[in-house]
């Protein structure tokens, strides 16, 4: 029933947002989507903010799949879609709410700075915050994993060592 559908679906969107910033590579959507599509048992949103580096390779494996292929074919569905409708693109790239006006907010006091630590490509996070945020952050603080291929979690760790550091 298209009721039934449209509630899962929200379900499903609803949790993806919530696990979200456990993203380290685009593709890893794909594998949450379907992960809280299934249900699948200990893959409950708590589950995979706890877990995920642990959780990804067994559901790789388990249904036969290959990151770099992964990393491609997600990659070449952006940019097509991207390449066709860039407006398209962007309407669902949301960025969570709040976030913008505290990081407005924060960019305003002389105390400090913000940056960004993304997946996204350097140019489209950009493009993202200032068409949807009304955001503009330096192109020198926006760290694209894309780019330096580091971890979220290093480029946190270096900056929250840069940043105590310099507290001193």
């Keep these: 029933p298209p009721r039934a559908a449209a509630a899962e679906r929200s379900r499903v969107l609803g949790e993806l947002r919530e696990v979200r910033p456990v993203v380290e590579t685009g593709f890893e959507n794909t594998l949450l989507a379907r992960a809280l599509l299934e249900r699948l048992p200990a893959h409950a949103p ?9 959780l990804m390779p067994p559901l790789m494996t388990r249904w036969g799949l290959d990151r770099s292929e992964m990393v491609a074919g997600y990659g070449r569905v952006r940019d097509d879609w991207m390449a066709a409708d860039l407006a398209g693109w962007l309407a669902p790239n949301k960025i969570y709410p709040g976030v913008a006006e505290a990081c407005i907010a924060a960019e305003s006091s002389a105390a400090c700075d913000v940056f960004i630590v993304t997946t996204k490509q350097a140019r ?12 503009h952050i330096p192109d020198e603080r926006v760290f694209s994993q894309t780019v330096s291929g580091l971890p979220k979690t290093v480029v946190l760790a270096d900056l929250s060592a840069g940043a105590a550091v310099s507290a001193r």
């Design 46 to 54: 708590r589950d995979i903010i706890a877990g995920w580096g642990q």
């Design 124 to 135: 489209f996070a950009i493009s993202i915050m200032a068409r949807m945020g009304g955001l």
